[in-house]
């Protein structure tokens, strides 16, 4: 069983940084991909970016690309989430997520569904 506990996340002005940490534990060795989502109330989990573990291959949704981030460390226990030139549309619950399944597609590495395993959230909020 994997398990996954978010730290980071804050309150920042637009503009700002913030930088969301993810620690992974348990048979992280089985993970195909990790990922961070995002959801606001009344709106289901979507995918921010994601990661192939073993290829450091990265994936981002059209609204954050070149102002996110994701990257992992060398022992592939904790994941991260770079965060700049942040944006009040960017205010969410931020998640991070990870699947072991071997079939998942890159296309598909952005779906919520996907995952198997999810961090506890941590919020952040960007006023404007």
């Known amino acids: 069983q994997v398990q996954l506990v978010q730290s980071g996340g804050d309150s920042v002005q637009a503009g700002g940084s913030l930088t969301l940490s993810c620690a992974a534990s348990?048979?992280?060795?089985?993970?195909?991909?990790m990922g961070w989502f995002r959801q606001v109330p009344g709106r289901g989990r979507d995918g921010v970016a994601s990661?192939?573990?073993?290829?450091?291959?990265?994936y981002y949704a059209n609204s954050v690309k070149g102002r996110f981030t994701i990257s992992q460390d060398n022992a592939k226990t904790t994941l991260y989430l770079q965060m700049n030139s942040l944006k009040p549309e960017d205010t969410a619950m931020y998640y991070c997520?990870?699947?072991?399944?071997?079939?998942?597609?890159?296309?598909?590495?952005?779906?919520?569904?996907?995952?198997?395993?999810w961090g506890q959230g941590t919020q952040v909020t960007v006023s404007s």
């Open positions: 997520a990870a699947t072991s399944r071997p079939d998942l597609l890159s296309g598909q590495s952005l779906a919520s569904v996907a995952y198997n395993y």
């Open positions: 348990g048979l992280a060795s089985n993970l195909s991909y």
């Open positions: 990661i192939h573990i073993r290829s450091y291959t990265t």
